[in-house]
C-alpha cells in the first residue's frame, strides 16, 4: 500500500509546477497587478501564492467533507480503528491520500525555495514534514480514516486564511476583516476543540482499547508513538499560530485594518507608522 502513495507523487508533483507556472503567470500575476493595493512584485507574488492556496484548498476541503460525511467517521471515531491489522481502504480515501501526499511533496519544495519568506518559515517547515509524515505512516498502518479527520480540521482553516490574506492585499478590508473573524472561530472550534479533544483523545484512547477489544494485540507500539507524538507537535504548532492570530486580532481593532504579522513587509510598515505616531505624540506634548 505504499508504494501506491509514494508513487503518485512522481507524477503529480511535476503536474502542480506545471499548473503553478500557468496560473502564476497567466492569471494570479496579472490580476495582482491591475487589483493588489501596492503594485510592487514582493506583493504581486504574495497575492499569487495566496491565491493559488485558495484555488487547492477549496475543492480538496469539499472532497474531504464529503468522504466524512459519507462514512460518519467524525461522529463516531472508534470506527477509525476497526479491522486491523488490515482495514479496507476505500478507493475515495486513497484518492484522497494520493493527492494529498503530493500536494504537501509540492508544498515542502515550494516553502523551501519559491515562496516568499514569512516571519513563520520555520514552524511552517516543521508543519510540512510533520504533516508528510502522518500521511505516509497512516497510509502504511491503516490509519486513514483518522488522517482524513485530521485533514478536515486543518484544510477548511487554510481556505479563509488565505481569503483573509488575499483581500488584505486586494485593500478590499471588511472581506479581509470579515475571512479573518470566520478564520479565528474555525480555529478555535476545529483546530483547538475537535483535533485535541476528539481527535487525539481518539488517537491515544479508542485505538488502544478498539485493538483490545478484536484481538489485535501485537500492534506496532512505535508507529502509535510517532502517530501521536506528531499529533501534539501539530498542536503545539496550532496554538502557537493561535497566539499570532490574537495578536492580529488587537490590531484590527486598534486600526480597523488587518495587518499580516508574519509578512515581513507588513510588520516593518507597522513598526515604522507606530514610530511616526509616537514622534507625532511627542510634539504635541
Known sequence: MAHDILVMPLYWVPIFFVLRYVLFNHVFKPFSRS????????????????LSKIVWYVPISLYGWKILYTYGWLSNTRECWTGFP??????EVAT?????????????????LL???????IPMLVH???????????????YTRMGVIVFMTMDICDVFLECARSANYLGWENISNGSFVLLLISWTGLRLGIFPFKIMYSA??????????EGYLDWPRPVFWVFNISL????????????????????????????????????????EKEKREKSQQKKKE
Not at 487589483?35 to 512584485?41: I, L, P, S, T
Not at 488490515?86 to 478507493?91: A, F, M, R, V
Not at 496550532?238 to 495578536?247: A, D, S, T
Open 128 to 142: 510540512h514534514i510533520v504533516t508528510l509524515t502522518l500521511l505516509v505512516f497512516s497510509w502504511v498502518f491503516g
Open 86 to 91: 488490515n482495514p479496507p481502504i476505500d478507493p
Open 204 to 213: 491515544y484512547y479508542d485505538s488502544t482499547a478498539v485493538h483490545e477489544e
Open 115 to 121: 515562496d516568499s519568506r514569512r516571519n513563520d518559515f
Open 232 to 271: 501534539w507537535i501539530l498542536l503545539v504548532l496550532q496554538i502557537y499560530w493561535f497566539v499570532l492570530l490574537i495578536k492580529v486580532m488587537f490590531k484590527i481593532i486598534k486600526d480597523g485594518k488587518l495587518t499580516d504579522v508574519t509578512d515581513k513587509q507588513q510588520m516593518k510598515e507597522y513598526a
Open 35 to 50: 487589483h493588489a493595493v501596492k503594485n510592487d512584485e514582493k506583493t504581486v507574488k504574495k497575492l499569487s501564492e495566496s
Open 96 to 112: 484522497f491520500y494520493g493527492i494529498q501526499t503530493s500536494y504537501y511533496v509540492y508544498l515542502l519544495i515550494t516553502h523551501v
